[in-house]
């Protein structure tokens, strides 16, 4: 499934290429996608290339209460409420999936479908929306979802721009702190967080059903990317995650954007690392160093051996936290 000659950055190391495809097949191989692309100088067509990867990944199908599913492929991961009042999917990965994710839905559960809700604005969540829509989801999201889709928008660590989505593909309810749902005999509640990995990050909580679908805040097991063109920032992550792990207990079933299906003491490890990096980056930030200076000092040594192996390399990572931390 991992076609190394065509998105395997040339400069990359071996050693950095062994341990970068090992933790993508950790993680579920395309779940960290996104990340493949970051040490690119400029990927052509970063939709495209994603499309086309996508078009050929399995959707894995994974219970996780009676009437909630997890599905993960090439994009974000997903999860579905079921019932007779309709199908309430979370995400829809990009465009050229949703042919494998329908025939997912249908042999999950032959409910009609309801409501689609967007955890925030990134392509591999919403690109497909319009097919989704066009399958009979209503779209959910955060006000600021819908503002993004249907403007150009860019990625700027990953060289990425993105035109406007047509209308089908955006949300047509939209809310800007939180709201609840009343869905299939079970509560579902919505919360934005402040900016943390993009400004229109939100929670899906299913409190009695115990499981968390957090977003992008979490990339489970690696270092996350932060968006920084969205808002995005280091100490809304670090606060994010905080809240989520109010929300949760060691049963709770936590869905990270991306990477495996998480526990409650496996964020409270990330949360930790996150809280790590930005004190040690933000002293030497207050001491006047450069970010070229901070890179180079290697704050994040200690914890790379069991962050580092994701696409977003230290190096990186160090410097989207020196950009975006308050000091
Ligand atoms: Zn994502
Ligand atoms: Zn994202």
Known sequence: MLDQDATTPSSMSNASRRSFLSMAAVAGVASISPLRMLA???PADFRTTS???AAKTPIRVTQLAGNIHLLQGYGGNMAVQTGPDGKVLIDSSYMS???RILAALDAISKDPAATLINSHWHVDHVDGNQPMHEAGFRILAHSKTRERLMTPQ???LLHVSLPAYPAPAWPVTTFDQSLTLWRNGDQITLAHYAPAHTDTDIYIHFPHANVLHVADIWFNGVYPLI???SGGNIDGMITASA???TLADAQTKIIPGHGPLGTRAQLVEYHAMLSTVRDRVAALKKSGLTEAEVVAR????SLDAKWGKGGMTPDVFTGIV???VRV
Do not use: V, W
């Open 322 to 324: 020196y950009r975006t």
């Open 154 to 156: 860019s990625i700027a």
């Open 243 to 245: 809240h989520a792990l």
């Open 227 to 229: 968006d920084e063109s």
């Open 51 to 53: 499309r086309a990867a």
């Open 298 to 301: 290697k704050p994040t040594a």
């Open 40 to 42: 690119q100088a400029a």
């Open 97 to 99: 999936a949703a042919p």
